[in-house]
């Protein structure tokens, strides 16, 4: 059995194919359709997660990293908080969110998703560390994110505002808190569920 977080709820799953991608697994098992397949080789970004993992640095705390999530396996996600942009649907809206639309940097709804994780994790990273990213860290972040309908700078601008801006999630969206994320609904952890979560 591997267990994990998926947007603040714990999952426990049995016997999972080894071949079975993040994608697939949340397209058609989930049925959480936020997350796009464009090229399901690597290559595009328009299947963007966010995933975090016990950062080896800061005992107890999650470092959240984009990823592909058409090339990345089920069974990876052991341990571990899968954020999805299906995450981000509460009010307030997060500032990458609002800067993409006050910007106009949204494009169609195949990229789109895929940028908006990709700008969360670097903004969730950032908050973390106290810093603001340089041009060349959202450069950087946006770089496994292909559109080539059109251009990019107001995607740019659209992170540039965001990451120097803090957002606190509503009331009772635990998703996207770094000290509830690891430690889960109910004080639960995903190799330690809370006592009635236990296979
Ligand atoms: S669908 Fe293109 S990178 Fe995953
Ligand atoms: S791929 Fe979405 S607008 Fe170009």
């Known amino acids: 059995m591997i267990r994990f977080y998926l947007n603040g709820q714990l999952q426990k799953l049995n016997q999972v194919d080894p071949n079975l991608s993040i994608l697939d697994w949340l397209r058609t098992r989930k049925r959480l359709t936020g997350t796009k397949e464009g090229c399901a080789s690597g290559d595009c970004g328009a299947c963007t997660v966010v995933i975090g993992s016990p ?3 800061q005992s107890g705390q999650l470092r959240y990293d ?17 954020v999805t942009v299906d995450a981000l649907t509460q009010e307030p809206a997060h500032p990458v969110q609002k800067e993409m639309v006050e910007c106009h940097g949204a494009q169609c709804g195949f990229c789109t998703p895929g940028i908006i994780m990709s700008l969360f994790a670097l903004h969730t990273e950032s908050a973390a560390n106290g810093s603001i990213p340089d041009d060349e860290a959202l450069l950087e972040a946006l770089s496994g994110n292909l559109c080539r309908c059109t251009g990019y700078r107001p995607i740019i601008e659209a992170g540039r505002r965001a990451c120097v801006q803090t957002w606190e999630p509503g009331t009772g969206n635990a998703v996207l ?10 004080g639960a952890t995903p190799n330690n569920p809370a006592p009635g979560l236990a296979a």
């Open 177 to 186: 808190s770094r000290s509830s994320a690891l430690s889960g609904p109910n």
């Open 55 to 57: 950062d080896p640095e």
């Open 66 to 82: 984009s990823v592909n999530s058409c090339i990345a396996l089920v069974g990876s996600l052991h341990g571990k908080h899968l």
